[in-house]
């Protein structure tokens, strides 16, 4: 799946659960384009007509781009006669039918990265826990991009070329773990693959990553072993993971009775010689 596409899903997902959660007939939203000062519309749940699909709402204009410029959730209680606002997008609108909307932005790194938007098709105020919502949608999806952003990054650290010296293969370890703790937390299928490929070939274990290896670890305690090789404790791993620190311990109970180690370094230098962590 590409890029673009795993985003446009994220960014419908939260637009269902925003639905779900404040009984708003319409949602829709959409992500900056990238260079672009604007974002575009994508993304639309409950509508009635094709007016807003595509619409390229450029920064500082109307709702939306007033969020993108302020970068701030911003509503008004009837669009067309707002004199918060310009009125671009006046004729798109007034086609769904929409009156009174609420619009978040999704912010990553302190840049603007999409927007989404709620709205009524009557002119009422939309009330806290509306605007609650919308920023709890809005942050969903900013997790996510921020989970895609980082394991990307890590991927393509770790396809360079490293030198043989101790501290190049520290980065490649700590690259190894970082990785490993990010795989279970990206709802796409095709970037978790990617990723876990990767690890693959940083550990040199074989093609299939998510295959049990030859000594028999499953996966989960490979993730174990790759914090603990970069001298993370229980409790930071079980934070890293996702895990409580008990369900941690006994990955790493696990993991040292197949590898027949005694002690957590044991383990980590017999997974290292057995070709599953770098």
């Known amino acids: 799946m ?3 596409a795993a985003e446009a899903v994220e960014v419908r997902g939260a637009l269902l659960r925003l639905r779900r959660t404040t009984g708003l007939p319409v949602a829709f939203g959409g992500l900056v384009e990238p260079g672009r000062p604007q974002i575009r519309i994508s993304e639309l749940c409950g509508h009635t007509t ?17 969020v993108v410029a302020l970068s701030r959730p911003c509503a008004v209680t009837d669009y067309s006669t707002s004199r918060q606002i310009s009125h671009e997008y006046d004729v798109a609108v007034a086609a769904e039918g929409l009156r ?16 989404l938007y709620g709205a009524l098709r009557a002119a009422q105020p939309l009330g806290d826990r509306t605007l609650t919502a919308a920023v709890e949608a809005a942050r969903d999806v900013e997790q996510a991009l921020v989970v895609r952003d980082e394991a990307h990054s ?22 190894h773990g970082a990785l490993r703790a990010l795989a279970p937390r990206l709802v796409d299928p095709a970037l978790r693959a990617e990723l876990l490929k990767v690890c693959g070939q940083l550990a040199g274990a074989a093609a299939e990553p998510a295959e049990a290896y030859a000594v028999g670890l499953a996966p989960r305690e490979v993730d174990v072993l790759a914090c603990v090789a970069a001298g993370a404790t229980n409790a930071v791993a079980a934070e890293r993971l996702g895990l409580r ?13 197949k590898l027949g180690a005694h002690t957590r370094l044991e383990a980590v230098v017999a997974a290292r010689r057995a070709g599953v962590l770098p």
């Open 50 to 66: 094709l007016a807003l699909s595509s619409l390229a709402v450029v920064s500082g204009s109307g709702l939306g781009g007033k």
């Open 100 to 115: 009174s909307v609420v619009a978040v932005p999704v912010v990553v790194r302190r840049r603007v990265r999409g927007v």
């Open 2 to 4: 590409a890029a673009d």
């Open 245 to 257: 620190p008990e369900t941690v311990k006994g990955y790493l109970r696990s993991a040292m009775r």
């Open 154 to 175: 890590l991927m393509a650290a770790a396809r360079e070329p490293e030198t043989t010296s101790g501290a190049a293969w520290e980065q490649v370890r700590e690259a």
